[in-house]
C-alpha cells in the first residue's frame, strides 16, 4: 500500500464493511483469482525459476496496482484497463488495495505523477512451506518526482500526514504466497522515507 495517504486509508477502514470480504463478482476474496501468466524483464538468470515467477508477479502487481491509484473506481463499477491487480495479489494485500481505491474514489481523488522506482531484492524463499510457498522480497522504491493524491474536479493536490520525506527512498517490505501455482502478494508494508538505500 502506498504510504502517502495512509491517513486516508486509515480512514476508509469503515469502508472494509462494504467491501465485507466480496469483490464486485461477488466471490470470496480469499479465493484465488484462475491461474495467469506474469510477463515482466528478464529475470536473473541466478534466481530459482520459481522465485523468479514471485518477482515477475510483484512487478505485475505494482504496474496493476499504481493503474489502480491513477483511475480508482468506486464499488461496482468497471475497472480501467490495466488495472486488474486482483490476480496479482491475494488477501490481506488485496482487500487492503481495494479499500483504498474505494476510499480514494469516495474523495474524488487520483494519483498523479511518476510512480517510484522499484529495486527488488529477495530475501528468503521457503518453496516447501505450508500451505503455501512463500518468497519475501525488499523492494527499496526511488520517488521519480511526486506521486500523490489530487482532487479530480479542484486539481489541486490533497494535504498529505507526514509528507516530509516524499522524495527520499523508501523500503517495502513484501510477502508473497503460491496458491495452485499462482504467484501474488500477500502482504505489502512500507516503511518510511530514508528507510533504504537502492
Given at each position: 500500500?502506498?504510504?502517502?495517504?495512509?491517513?486516508?486509508?486509515m480512514?476508509?477502514?469503515?469502508?472494509?464493511?462494504?467491501?465485507a470480504?466480496?469483490?464486485?463478482?461477488?466471490?470470496?476474496?480469499?479465493?484465488?483469482?484462475?491461474?495467469?501468466?506474469?510477463?515482466?524483464?528478464?529475470?536473473?538468470?541466478?534466481?530459482?525459476?520459481?522465485?523468479?515467477q514471485?518477482?515477475?508477479?510483484?512487478?505485475?502487481?505494482?504496474?496493476?496496482?499504481?493503474?489502480?491509484?491513477r483511475?480508482?473506481?468506486?464499488?461496482?463499477?468497471?475497472?480501467?484497463?490495466?488495472?486488474?491487480?486482483?490476480?496479482?495479489?491475494?488477501?490481506?494485500?488485496?482487500?487492503?488495495?481495494?479499500?483504498?481505491?474505494?476510499v480514494?474514489d469516495?474523495?474524488?481523488?487520483?494519483f498523479?505523477g511518476d510512480?517510484?522506482?522499484?529495486?527488488?531484492?529477495?530475501?528468503?524463499?521457503?518453496?516447501?512451506?505450508?500451505?503455501?510457498?512463500?518468497?519475501r522480497?525488499?523492494?527499496?522504491?526511488?520517488?521519480?518526482?511526486?506521486?500523490?493524491?489530487?482532487?479530480?474536479?479542484?486539481?489541486k493536490?490533497?494535504?498529505?500526514?507526514?509528507?516530509e520525506?516524499?522524495?527520499?527512498?523508501?523500503l517495502?517490505?513484501?510477502?508473497?504466497?503460491?496458491?495452485?501455482?499462482?504467484?501474488?502478494?500477500?502482504?505489502?508494508?512500507?516503511?518510511?522515507g530514508?528507510?533504504?538505500?537502492?
Amino acid at each position: 500500500m502506498n504510504r502517502r495517504i495512509h491517513a486516508i486509508v486509515m480512514a476508509g477502514v469503515a469502508l472494509a464493511a462494504l467491501v465485507a470480504c466480496s469483490d464486485d463478482e461477488g466471490g470470496s476474496l480469499a479465493d484465488p483469482s484462475p491461474p495467469v501468466t506474469a510477463s515482466s524483464s528478464a529475470p536473473s538468470p541466478a534466481l530459482d525459476p520459481e522465485v523468479q515467477q514471485a518477482v515477475a508477479a510483484y512487478e505485475s502487481y505494482v504496474r496493476a496496482r499504481d493503474s489502480v491509484l491513477r483511475n480508482p473506481v468506486g464499488k461496482g463499477e468497471t475497472w480501467p484497463e490495466g488495472a486488474e491487480f486482483k490476480r496479482w495479489a491475494y488477501d490481506p494485500a488485496r482487500s487492503e488495495t481495494i479499500v483504498f481505491m474505494y476510499v480514494l474514489d469516495s474523495y474524488d481523488a487520483e494519483f498523479r505523477g511518476d510512480a517510484a522506482k522499484s529495486n527488488v531484492s529477495v530475501v528468503e524463499a521457503k518453496l516447501n512451506a505450508k500451505p503455501y510457498p512463500l518468497v519475501r522480497l525488499a523492494d527499496c522504491q526511488v520517488p521519480q518526482g511526486r506521486f500523490a493524491p489530487y482532487n479530480r474536479e479542484t486539481d489541486k493536490a490533497l494535504d498529505l500526514v507526514d509528507d516530509e520525506h516524499l522524495d527520499e527512498p523508501f523500503l517495502s517490505n513484501i510477502a508473497l504466497i503460491s496458491v495452485d501455482g499462482r504467484w501474488g502478494v500477500q502482504e505489502a508494508e512500507a516503511k518510511q522515507g530514508g528507510s533504504c538505500e537502492p
